[in-house]
């Protein structure tokens, strides 16, 4: 089956890095999306791996390891404003990530 | 700036009601999608379009419908509503672009009450 796991909730302080982990198993594979959502708000993209390796992007980083079915999203110097549910998802292998298979969401809170 | 709209933005109806819901993308994208998804919880995937004249059913069954008649436009139809229908509806699209990804780009949603 195709199934992808992710922690519910992490708690973090202001200032701080957390790292949120993804783990994925699926038929196929064409690229892991890493994307962020606001409560009451639509998601936002964020990054994209389809290599393994660490890819930076500013304060956030995303790495890859295709081999273990694994990804995790890096936060550094946490903001307030990084209090949001991040959400993995893959891409299927229909061709061009037509269709994405979503993760739950990790709840994250920034605390002062 | 992804644009793709959305509207109504929040819609309160009774029961029985027909209602659509607008979904418009200006950026050429051949693929489109509808979400529902409750506060606090997972985004399901209840319809998806792969281009014009083209309509799948998602993973989460819904009793809503679809068309696809224009690229840019993928508005979502109920044809009598009822309270289980209350929730937040999101649009998505994708496609191919310079730097482009394939990433799904959302609007803002439309939160529905069915009272």
């Known amino acids: 089956g195709q199934n992808i796991d992710q922690p519910t909730e992490m708690t973090a302080t202001e200032g701080a890095i957390v790292q949120i982990n993804c783990t994925y198993q699926?038929?196929?594979?064409?690229?892991l999306f890493w994307y962020q959502q606001h409560a009451g708000e639509a998601p936002t993209f964020l990054s994209y791996n389809v290599l393994d390796g660490l890819e930076e992007k500013g304060r956030f980083s995303s790495f890859l390891s295709r081999s273990k079915g694994y990804s995790y999203l890096l936060l550094k110097e946490l903001q307030m404003k990084d209090s949001a549910s991040y959400l993995c998802a893959v891409g299927d292998n229909a061709g061009n990530n037509r269709k994405l298979i979503w993760g739950l969401g990790t709840s994250l809170a920034v605390n002062p | 700036e992804a644009d793709i709209y959305q509207t109504p933005r929040y819609l309160v109806i009774g029961t029985g009601k027909k209602i659509t819901l607008e979904c418009s993308q200006t950026m050429g994208h051949d693929k489109m999608y509808w979400y529902q998804q409750d506060p606090g919880m997972e985004l399901h995937l209840i319809h998806y379009?792969?281009?014009?004249?083209?309509?799948e059913k998602g993973d989460l069954s819904s009793e809503s419908t679809v068309s696809r008649i224009r690229t840019e436009h993928f508005p979502l139809t109920l044809e009598s509503a009822r309270p289980s229908h209350t929730s937040q509806y999101l649009c998505a699209s994708s496609g191919v672009g310079a730097g482009s990804y394939n990433e799904q780009f959302f609007g803002p949603g439309t939160r529905l009450t069915v009272l």
């Open positions: 699926t038929s196929g594979f064409n690229g």
């Open positions: 379009s792969y281009g014009v004249n083209s309509t």
